[in-house]
């Protein structure tokens, strides 16, 4: 590639992102829109996957979030733990003043 990049007549500059690499054409004949649309899909594709898959927000997301609940799951025990026990002692205190 010494001259400047031309880029697809349609498609203009966007499918010249494939850093100077030049895909083999399918089955030696010439390339049509459709299979450079769909080449540059897939190496767009396979770039967010492989992104996504070493992100690592999502997991610390994921933790956060069951931190989170079981949090909460222990508040609401607590809380009702408390109020039976609380409840419990009215009972006692209202039998003890009834006699």
């Given at each position: 590639?010494?001259?400047?990049?031309v880029?697809?007549?349609?498609?203009?500059n966007?499918?010249?992102?494939t850093?100077?690499?030049?895909?083999?054409?399918l089955?030696?004949?010439?390339?049509?829109?459709?299979?450079?649309?769909?080449r540059?899909?897939?190496?767009?594709?396979?770039?967010?996957?492989r992104?996504?898959?070493?992100?690592?927000?999502?997991?610390?997301l994921?933790?956060?979030?069951?931190?989170?609940g079981?949090?909460?799951?222990?508040?609401?025990?607590?809380?009702?733990?408390a109020g039976s026990?609380?409840?419990?002692?009215?009972?006692?205190?209202?039998?003890?003043?009834g006699?």
């Open positions: 590639m010494d001259g400047p990049s880029g697809h007549p349609t498609l203009g966007r499918v010249s992102r850093s100077g690499r030049d895909f083999p054409k089955s030696g004949a010439k390339e049509v829109p459709a299979q450079v649309h769909a540059a899909m897939r190496t767009r594709v396979r770039y967010r996957l992104r996504l898959w070493h992100d690592n927000a999502g997991a610390s994921l933790e956060y979030t069951w931190l989170i079981i949090i909460i799951a222990l508040a609401v025990i607590g809380v009702a733990l026990w609380a409840s419990g002692m009215w009972q006692n205190l209202l039998s003890i003043l006699s």
